[in-house]
Antibody, heavy 120, light 107 residues
């Protein structure tokens, strides 16, 4: 069955970077795009971007352009999301979410989430 | 950005009730609308895509419909496992955007 194991809780200081991983299993990793979505406390879900693991193509929300980088390790079936220049507003739960296709923008399976706290 | 306005923000219902949640898009998105269920501490679960298509394994008590830019999620007979927060999401235009959520609580 499709499963994701996300990396553990992170606590970072303002200005630092964080890199969250999402290890996929139960399907052919390169055949489905992977999105990243976050939810800050009391806020709605927010889409950050996607990667097509097959060719490495990415697309980012303009809100995060220049601060986010999504990469993948095909051999390990892992997707990564790195967010830099962290500020308190980046405190959130970060989810990896599989697309139903290479890039259809239709989500099917979600990771369990990674808590990132930004605090001085 | 396309704004997704979800209503109500919360509701109380009893087991067996029929529940309806509405999501309105700020502009036309065709049928590019999905619904998710989220329980505290768990991974969100995808329920519906293309406004009315059930994701694999999702029970038929969940259904979705569209009228113009208004979309509806209906749960035909609420069960204890259905108490959760529900979100809509449009995927017609970047950035993909979500509604504010509807928390379904036990009456």
């Amino acid at each position: 069955q499709v499963q994701f194991v996300q990396s553990g809780t992170e606590v970072k200081k303002p200005g630092a970077s964080v890199k969250v991983s999402c290890e996929a299993s139960g399907y052919t990793f390169i055949s489905y795009a992977m999105h990243w979505v976050r939810q800050a406390p009391g806020q709605r879900l927010e889409w950050m971007g996607w990667i097509n693991p097959g060719n490495g193509n990415t697309k980012y929300s303009q809100k995060f352009q220049g601060r986010v980088i999504i990469t993948r390790d095909i051999s390990a079936s892992i997707a990564y999301m790195e967010l830099s220049s962290l500020r308190s507003e980046d405190t959130a739960v970060y989810y990896c979410v599989r697309d139903k296709s290479t890039v259809a923008n239709v989500f099917d399976f979600w990771g369990q989430g990674t808590v990132v706290t930004v605090s001085s | 950005d396309i704004q997704m306005t979800q209503s109500p923000s919360s509701l109380s219902a009893s087991v067996g009730d029929r529940v309806t949640i509405t999501c309105r898009a700020s502009q036309g998105i065709n049928n590019d609308l999905a619904w998710f269920q989220h329980k505290p501490g768990k991974a969100p679960k995808s329920l519906i895509y293309a406004a009315s298509s059930l994701q694999s394994g999702v029970p038929s008590k969940f259904s979705g419909s569209r009228s113009g830019t208004d979309f509806t999620l209906t749960i035909s007979s609420l069960q204890p496992e259905d108490f959760a927060t529900y979100y809509c999401q449009q995927y017609n235009t970047y950035p993909l955007t979500f509604g504010g959520g509807t928390k379904v609580e036990i009456k």
